[in-house]
């Protein structure tokens, strides 16, 4: 029986896999007894769940048992913890040694999305971004990501219309374009204001085993703290927290780079 509120069928299949993993492989017959359903549904269920590679059939024996879809969403998984668990140390001593708010940022469906944040001794109520899908166009964790994209995913970005949040934020396809190549240059991506007004922030790139940019670590304070001529000092101790983050998951210049 499923909790109130689910989604009968979602449930179901939740439990499919549940019994699979439990048993190790399964019959239509058996799990469709164990969830006292018909066994027409069990094998409807079970049809579902192999479209998406999460079951798999043994023709020896008729028995299905986990498929390479459930590796993929675990790999997927391993790598969010693996990546929050190894960089957790690194943000909380940067945020204490600049006193600011230090954010971990992951590119994902066209917006980076905070999957870690320390809190500086400076900060006072600060939002907590853990979770949250934030722009990349206006914000120095998206641009960093948005600059390592692939070039057709760019110019996707680039050719709609960008929101303005501030009268500092840059919606031209042009200048983004620019700021995007100095990014690659510099090795960091800056905003100044243009997310909130008073609002500063830089962003570093963090590169997994292949070299590739993987996620954002980024800083950000008030302006009458974190001000604009200040951020090119902060993005080299930012670099440094980023290159600690990219070692600890795998990344080594001299074999990547």
Known sequence: MGQPGTVQSVDRAAQVLEIIARDGESS???IGRELEVHGSTASRLLASLAAH????RL???GTVRLGVGVLRLAAATRSRLDLTAQAGPVCDALAEELGETVNVAVYRDGAAINVYQAQGTSTVAMHNWVGDR?????????????????QDAIED???????????HTITGATVLREQLQQARENGWAQVVEEYEDGLNAVAAPIRGPAGDVVAALSVAGPTYRLAPGSLPATARVLLRAADEISRRIGYRADVTG
């Not at 970005?157 to 009268?167: G, H, V, Y």
Request: aromatic residues 2%; without cysteine; hydrophobic residues 45%.
């Open 28 to 30: 239509v017959g058996r």
């Open 134 to 150: 934030t722009v990349l166009h206006a914000t120095s964790s998206g641009k960093m990501l948005l600059a390592h994209l692939e």
């Open 157 to 167: 970005l680039l050719a709609s219309p960008l929101e303005r949040f501030t009268e």
């Open 53 to 56: 590679d999460l079951v798999e």
């Open 59 to 61: 023709e020896a024996t």
